[in-house]
């Protein structure tokens, strides 16, 4: 995927989904990963065109794990001119060595959030950005099925009253693949997960039984997609049409 692609997409959940408006601070959460330095690539080129105006920083949550490095991404914050910020916790120590957690992954989810989002508004942003593509979004919804008995997934945009503080979205409609592809066309330094649990987890499964899925009846994973936004989901906001978006 190139570039102008992934503007594209980027773009085009912003605006239907209403994501960012004039005058916006807006973390990106980096966690090192695939994800969420395509998600930085985005927001930092979409800002040189899009007619409101925003600005972008950095946030990474290190969890304590040993040899986890910051050094390439901070470089390439600087060549993006974006400011960078890394928040120290202890969440892996108090998740394996403290609690002994045989699931930790809930938790660790909540404990992260919190820290990134307890940071960025004391940062000055008003919005925080994750990167969460479409197969996430899926794969969310698949587990909520299994193990809740819902039909239910995050949404593109909601609003935290207690911290008072948006979380967006913006890669909702961008594939896994493709942002395989992006990240090895233009080198992302990518950091490995430390985690001991990583790929073996319940998203894992979900993420396993969606491609399987998609195997052996091509066109489910969009399909699956399609269900969700038309899925009157609670918490979602209202989608514009592309008139409606041309209109504003």
């Given amino acids: 995927m190139k570039l102008q692609q992934l503007l594209s997409y980027t773009r085009k959940a912003i605006d239907e989904y209403q994501m960012i408006d004039e005058g ?17 690539y985005a927001l930092h080129g979409l800002r040189r065109f899009y007619p409101k ?3 972008l920083i950095a946030v990474t949550v290190d969890l304590g794990y040993e040899k986890f490095h910051t050094e390439k991404i901070e470089a390439l914050c600087q ?12 969440i892996a120590k108090i998740l394996f060595d403290e609690r002994k957690e045989p699931n930790p992954c809930s938790l660790c989810a ?11 508004k004391n940062l000055g942003c008003n919005k925080v950005a994750y990167a ?5 979004i899926i794969e969310t919804m ?12 995050f949404s593109p945009k909601s609003f935290l009253d207690r911290m008072e503080l948006t979380v967006i979205r913006p890669m909702m409609y961008v594939n896994e693949a ?24 319940k998203r894992q499964y979900a993420k396993d039984l969606l ?10 994973r969009q399909r699956m997609f399609t269900a969700i936004q038309n899925g009157n989901i609670e918490g979602w906001p209202a989608r514009l049409s592309r008139e409606e978006v041309y209109k504003k």
């Fill in 24 to 40: 916006d601070k807006i973390a990106v959460g980096i966690s090192g990963g695939k994800d969420s330095l395509t998600l930085l």
């Fill in 110 to 120: 909540k404990m992260r959030k919190g820290a990134l989002n307890e940071a960025v």
């Fill in 79 to 90: 060549s993006l001119d974006v400011p960078y910020y890394v928040v120290e916790t202890d």
């Fill in 132 to 136: 969460h593509h479409k197969d996430d």
């Fill in 142 to 153: 698949l587990l909520s099925l299994i193990y809740e008995g819902r039909f239910h997934s």
């Fill in 211 to 220: 491609k399987q899925l998609n195997m052996e009846n091509p066109g489910v």
């Fill in 53 to 55: 105006h925003f600005d």
């Fill in 178 to 201: 493709d942002v395989i592809g992006f990240q090895h066309k233009y080198d992302l330094p990518v950091e490995k997960s430390r985690c001991p649990v990583d790929g073996h987890t």
